[in-house]
């Protein structure tokens, strides 16, 4: 599976964004996709997962209520509506592929296929 995020770009405070990523290889559909970011001197870090059927979400504490994931099995992406974003959302964004839903859905090494990232800065 081959992952390629898009839809980065610079917001003022309060605004909204909405990131791709599209995804390569045929069993795309079964797979836990997920969002993580990376700001600058900072660890990655755990943003949104969905499961393969979209019918489990979790979403990090920081984002909850404000980010949205998403997917379409039939167009093989994954989306990342983001409302209300603030400075602290400036990273860049990740997304992510694992075979399974893990009971460790949060941590980076869950996934085995990454894509390039997306960088998004939020102006105050």
């Known amino acids: 599976v081959q992952l390629q995020a898009s839809g980065g770009g610079l917001v003022q405070a309060g605004g909204s964004l909405r990131l791709s990523c599209a995804a390569s290889?045929?069993?795309?559909?079964?797979?836990?996709l997920a969002w993580f970011r990376q700001a600058p001197g900072q660890e990655r870090e755990f943003v949104a997962a969905?499961?393969?059927?979209?019918?489990?979400?979790d979403y990090a504490g920081s984002v909850k209520g404000r980010f949205a994931i998403s997917r379409d099995n039939v167009k093989n992406a994954v989306y990342l509506q983001m409302n209300s974003l603030k400075p602290e959302d400036t990273a860049v964004y990740y997304c992510?592929?694992?075979?399974?839903?893990?009971?460790?859905?949060?941590?980076?090494?869950?996934?085995?296929?990454w894509g390039q990232g997306t960088q998004v800065t939020v102006s105050s």
């Open positions: 992510a592929g694992a075979t399974y839903y893990s009971v460790a859905y949060s941590t980076g090494g869950s996934y085995d296929y």
């Open positions: 290889g045929r069993v795309f559909t079964t797979y836990t």
């Open positions: 969905i499961a393969w059927n979209g019918y489990r979400t």
